[in-house]
T-cell receptor, first 116, second 117 residues
Framework: AQSVAQPEDQVNVAEGNPLTVKCTYSVSGNPYLFWYVQYPNRGLQFLLKYITGDNLVKGSYGFEAEFNKSQTSFHLKKPSALVGDSALYFCAVRAGGNTGFQKLVFGTGTRLLVSP | SAVISQKPSRDICQRGTSLTIQCQVDSQVTMMFWYRQQPGQSLTLIATANQGSEATYESGFVIDKFPISRPNLTFSTLTVSNMSPEDSSIYLC??????????????FGPGTRLLVL
C-alpha cells in the first residue's frame, strides 16, 4: 500500500530565504508524486508533479521539487520565499502505471509560515 | 487545468438533516472523486464516482450516509445524510482527465465548508 510522510507539521522561514518542505513516500513500483498547496479557506491547488524523466521538476509560483529514488523522497523547494507562500502544503503519491485505478494518497500536510 | 465549482461554498446545518453538495466541471471527465478534510487533518477519499456506474466507496464510508450521483460527465453530487457534528468538515470534489496530457493529475474544487450544530 502507498503511504506518504511529511515529517514536519510546520516550517518557518524568513522572507527571501530558501525553503524546503520534506516528503518521503512508499509505493510499489514507480511512483507518481504530486505537491498541492491549500491557502486559507480555499481548495487544493496543484503545484507540480513527477511522473518520469528529469528528477528536478519545476512548477507554479517558482516552486520546484527533486525526486530522489534512493532516498524515496520528493522535497519541495523554493530559492526565495515570499510571505504569500504561507499556506498548507500536501505531498501525494500514486502507484504508476495504466492498469486500473490507483488511489492518490496524501500526506498529513506541512504548514509553511513565511515571516516578513 | 480544470475549472471546478462547488455549491454551496459553505453551510451551517442542524443535526439530523441532510445536505447535498454539487460539483460542476468545465469539461467532460471520466473520473470524479469526493474527499473529506476534517479540521486540521489531511484529505480522506470518500468515494470514486464514475459516470454510468455505481460509486465505489472507501473503507469506513457507506452509500446510505454519503449517497453520490453522477448523471453525466461534467456533474456530480454528494449528499451528507442524517448529519451529526462529527460530519463537520470540508468536502472536496476532484477530477482526473483521461487524455494524454495531464491525465495523471487530479484537480480539486474550492471545497464546501460544512458545520453541523
Amino acid at each position: 500500500a502507498q503511504s506518504v510522510a511529511q515529517p514536519e507539521d510546520q516550517v518557518n522561514v524568513a522572507e527571501g530565504n530558501p525553503l524546503t518542505v520534506k516528503c518521503t513516500y512508499s509505493v510499489s513500483g514507480n511512483p507518481y508524486l504530486f505537491w498541492y498547496v491549500q491557502y486559507p479557506n480555499r481548495g487544493l491547488q496543484f503545484l507540480l508533479k513527477y511522473i518520469t524523466g528529469d528528477n528536478l521538476v519545476k512548477g507554479s509560483y517558482g516552486f520546484e521539487a527533486e525526486f530522489n529514488k534512493s532516498q524515496t523522497s520528493f522535497h519541495l523547494k523554493k530559492p526565495s520565499a515570499l510571505v504569500g507562500d504561507s499556506a498548507l502544503y500536501f505531498c501525494a503519491v500514486r502507484a504508476g502505471g495504466n492498469t486500473g485505478f490507483q488511489k492518490l494518497v496524501f500526506g498529513t500536510g506541512t504548514r509553511l509560515l513565511v515571516s516578513p | 487545468s480544470a475549472v471546478i465549482s462547488q455549491k454551496p461554498s459553505r453551510d451551517i446545518c442542524q443535526r439530523g438533516t441532510s445536505l447535498t453538495i454539487q460539483c460542476q466541471v468545465d469539461s467532460q471527465v471520466t473520473m470524479m472523486f469526493w474527499y473529506r478534510q476534517q479540521p486540521g487533518q489531511s484529505l480522506t477519499l470518500i468515494a470514486t464516482a464514475n459516470q454510468g456506474s455505481e460509486a465505489t466507496y472507501e473503507s469506513g464510508f457507506v452509500i446510505d450516509k454519503f449517497p453520490i450521483s453522477r448523471p453525466n460527465l461534467t456533474f456530480s453530487t454528494l449528499t451528507v445524510s442524517n448529519m451529526s457534528p462529527e460530519d463537520s468538515s470540508i468536502y472536496l470534489c476532484s477530477v482526473q482527465y483521461h487524455r494524454d496530457r495531464g491525465r495523471e493529475t487530479q484537480y480539486f474544487g474550492p471545497g464546501t465548508r460544512l458545520l453541523v450544530l
